[in-house]
């Protein structure tokens, strides 16, 4: 039997590898290189465009454990990135060309998927996973919602990039917080008057007008994800916004002074060479002009060379809990099922683990079993969960996070009472997981 996975991304990628393991022939369907969405620029397979860490490498943490739970699922994203790795102190940052690459390689050689440089326009009867991303082409976004009926809109930002050659480091220092994960971020400090100076020039900065495909009919007025909030919002909230969220100082130690600066701009690698440096947390739709100069504001990046701007894009997610179960297929539907960023889920690693239920449940629909349904105490199954059940009133997306598990019957007090819950939190949804997989 031959299935359909429609979208090379991290979810399309995941979905067409656990099919193709199961035994299945699957057709996966590309529409680069003949057609780009608007963000995209590289050929390859799991393109990242928004950031090149995929987020903290610890099994204690939410993204970590979620990493931690694909792996024991056979994630090609997860090997692919540890193979393309590159430092950034706790977090799991990759090249990000190689990374597709290494991707691009492993899914276009397994003897059972068949890869079709095209673009689907049409909806799918049945047996298909739809994983066309937060830029779905405008045929078949159309097709969804005369399928689906309303879906939402929410705009993505991207942070801009500079050279590590044009960094000051008579200012700027090599450091991680708290010295964990050495010195992989690269900080540069400001005192209370440089703060505000580059504050009111970035609350006072021009946004740029944003494209057509960006603004959808329906919109009436910009709606931001929180968790790829553009900097200038976040810093119209109040004067101390930013300095309590990406330029917070905590942890730091600024090597002229001895003392933890009054604010810190991070910047960590965008490649495994060191000669590109990403600009942590500075989402932006500042006009390229204006990133230009209010971002050379920051001490240390003065004279700062942008190999790339900052960029929003649209984003578009279905009202999951109307339309999906809790193995991402559509209700109603002769098996047809979404994955990645479509779905709701927020992250890259988020969307990745959602291919991967969506082709693990219909490869075990094909085969006649019931689909596993991963326990809410795993953060598989907490994020299938949410996109299932949540309210649909008022359904966000969500990222992977602690408090989406279920709690513990223990209390964890003391200094290292939240780290021991987060140990315990993934000690169980690791076992339980296994659990899971061994009455598969």
């Not at 429609?6 to 003949?34: D, F, H, N, W």
């Not at 393109?47 to 099994?59: G, I």
């Not at 930013?242 to 960590?268: E, H, I, N, S, W």
């Not at 100069?293 to 900052?310: C, D, H, K, M, Q």
Request: glycine share 8%; hydrophobic share 40%.
């Amino acid at each position: 039997m031959t299935v359909k996975v429609i979208g090379a991304g991290l979810a399309g990628c995941e979905a067409a590898m656990q099919l193709a393991e199961r035994g299945y022939s699957v057709e996966l369907y590309e529409m680069k290189p003949t057609k780009f969405s608007p963000a995209h620029k590289y050929e390859g397979f799991a393109e990242l465009v928004c950031s090149n860490s995929l987020k903290s490498a610890r099994v204690d943490s939410a993204c970590g454990l979620l990493k931690e739970e694909m792996r024991r699922l056979g994630s090609v994203v997860c090997a692919a990135a540890e193979k393309t790795a590159v430092p950034a102190g706790g977090a799991l940052a990759v090249n990000r060309t190689a990374f597709s690459d290494e991707i691009t390689r492993v899914v276009k050689s397994h003897p059972n998927i068949t890869v079709k440089y095209e673009e689907i326009t049409e909806f799918p009867d049945k047996n298909a996973i739809i994983c066309t991303g937060p830029l779905t082409s405008d045929d078949l976004a159309d097709r969804i919602r005369e399928r689906c009926g309303d879906y939402l809109s929410f705009y993505d930002a991207a942070a801009p990039i500079v050279t590590a050659e044009s960094i000051d480091f008579s200012i700027a220092f090599e450091q991680s917080r708290y010295d964990h994960g050495g010195a992989d971020y690269v900080n540069c400090p400001m005192t209370r008057e440089e703060y505000e100076i580059f504050y009111n020039a970035l609350v006072n900065a021009e946004t740029a007008p944003l494209h057509e495909f960006d603004v959808p009919s329906e919109a009436k007025g910009l709606k931001v994800y929180e968790g790829c909030m553009p900097v200038e919002v976040l810093a119209k909230r109040g004067y101390d916004s930013v300095r309590y969220g990406c330029m917070k100082p905590v942890g730091l130690t600024d090597p002229r002074t001895g003392k933890r600066p009054f604010a810190a701009v991070q910047l960590r690698k965008e490649n495994a060479e060191g000669t590109l440096y990403n600009i942590v947390g500075f989402q932006t739709n500042l006009k390229f002009g204006e990133q230009k100069r209010v971002f050379s504001l920051i001490p240390g990046l003065r004279n700062a060379e942008f190999a790339r701007y900052g960029v929003m894009h649209r984003n578009t997610f279905l009202n999951s809990p109307r339309l999906l179960d809790e193995h991402f297929m559509l209700k109603d539907s002769e098996n047809v099922f979404f994955g990645g960023q479509i779905t709701g889920v927020e992250g890259y690693v988020e969307s990745a683990a959602s291919g991967i239920m969506a082709g693990r449940a219909l490869a075990d629909i094909l085969d006649g079993k019931e689909p596993v349904t991963f326990p809410r105490t795993t953060m598989l199954g907490a994020l299938s969960d949410y996109v299932a059940h949540a309210w649909e009133c008022n359904f966000q997306p969500m990222g992977s996070n602690m408090g989406i598990l279920p709690p513990l019957d223990e209390e964890f007090r003391g200094k290292d009472g939240k780290q021991r819950k987060y140990a315990a939190l993934a000690e169980r949804a690791l076992a339980d997981l296994d659990k899971a997989l061994k009455k598969s």
